[in-house]
């Protein structure tokens, strides 16, 4: 196993780190208690992102805070005054978890100032005047804006992932004593699930979405086609790198709770997606193709894998484990 330890897109997972505090797990562990690594999803059959078919942020950090013994107050509305008035008596009492935010729209960072329907999250430490202080974790520690374009970024109009914007959570409560090695395998069975298709917003995907192996012999058919500049541009800028990022964080967790078959299937996954960074930039679209459909079956692998190895750590039939 050879880690990874750098920058990445990790938003959520860091903006959680934050709030959590000094008791909080590293942010590689964070990230795979989201289940963000377990699936691939092709959003109206074009927008390729390497996480489970149907799963979103919100999802993620509801299943990681609940899975480490913590609860927080989720609240969200429609209206900009109360969402102000909301934010300002949050961070009266201690750090607030804002988003999804527009980051397009947080102009502290370079080329901003266009929604753009990127989410993002960032932990809000201050309200000052007219001022909101907050760290950004894609790099930008004490950040500031006025209230009026924090408000703007935050409303977040081209996310369509929550039904209202304005979504804070606050209030984090450790109620449950547990270690990261419990959290890990108590959120493998739900990784089985995710890799199944069965996220909690499955059901709500746009027609024509695709997930795991047909998701990604879809993307290599639109590749051989003549990909679109503007999903390459995603693909180089966000999707491979945080997929690659993420399995290869997985790999290590689970390798280090004893899911072994399961890590390797993880790390093997992890090479074959960062190897695809460089030829989707140099338009290298063979290799490009080769390695989307080299990932596609590793995911049934990767399920099955998890289904054998909890079925022995639970002394219980694979057949039984599978069924859920």
């Keep these: 196993m050879f880690p990874y330890i750098g920058s990445g897109p990790y938003c959520f997972s860091n903006s959680l780190a934050m709030a959590l505090g000094p008791g909080a797990p590293g ?31 919100e999802q ?4 990681a805070i609940g899975l480490l013994g913590w609860e927080c107050r989720r609240s969200d509305g429609d209206d900009p005054e109360e969402a102000e008035a909301r934010l300002r008596a949050a961070v009266a009492e201690g750090p607030a978890l804002a988003g999804p935010l527009d980051m397009g729209l947080l102009l502290q ?29 894609h790099g930008h520690p004490w950040a ?11 409303q977040a109009e081209k996310i369509d992932y929550v039904e209202r914007p304005f979504v804070l959570r606050t209030g984090f409560t450790r109620v449950r004593e547990t270690t990261v090695a419990e959290a890990l395998r108590a ?17 709500d995907m746009p027609p024509g979405s695709l997930g795991t192996a047909a998701g990604l012999e879809r993307l290599a058919e639109q590749v051989a086609e003549g990909l679109d500049p503007d999903i390459r541009q995603v693909m180089e800028k966000f999707s491979v790198r945080a997929g690659a990022r993420r399995l290869s964080d997985a790999s290590t967790a689970l390798a280090g709770i004893g899911f072994r078959t399961a890590a390797e299937v993880l790390g093997r996954q992890a090479r ?10 140099v338009q290298d679209d063979a290799a490009v193709i080769a390695g989307l459909r080299a990932l596609a079956p590793t995911y049934e692998e990767l399920r099955a894998a998890l289904v054998a190895e909890l079925a022995e750590h639970d002394g219980r039939p694979a057949a039984a484990v599978a069924a859920g």
């Design 27 to 57: 942010t590689p562990v964070l990230e795979v208690l989201t289940g963000s690594p377990f699936g691939f999803q092709l959003i109206d059959g074009v927008l390729p992102f390497f996480d489970p078919f149907g799963w979103d942020p």
């Design 60 to 63: 993620g950090l509801d299943a």
């Design 109 to 137: 960072q370079p080329g901003s100032g266009e929604a753009i329907g990127a989410d993002h999250y960032v932990l809000v430490v201050a309200v000052d005047g007219d001022t909101v202080v907050f760290h950004d974790p």
């Design 144 to 154: 500031t804006l006025p209230v009026s374009a924090f408000l703007a970024a935050w």
């Design 187 to 203: 959120s493998l069975p739900h990784a089985v699930e995710l890799l199944r298709g069965r996220s909690t917003g499955a059901a």
């Design 272 to 281: 074959i997606l960062g190897g695809l960074q460089y030829p989707l930039v």
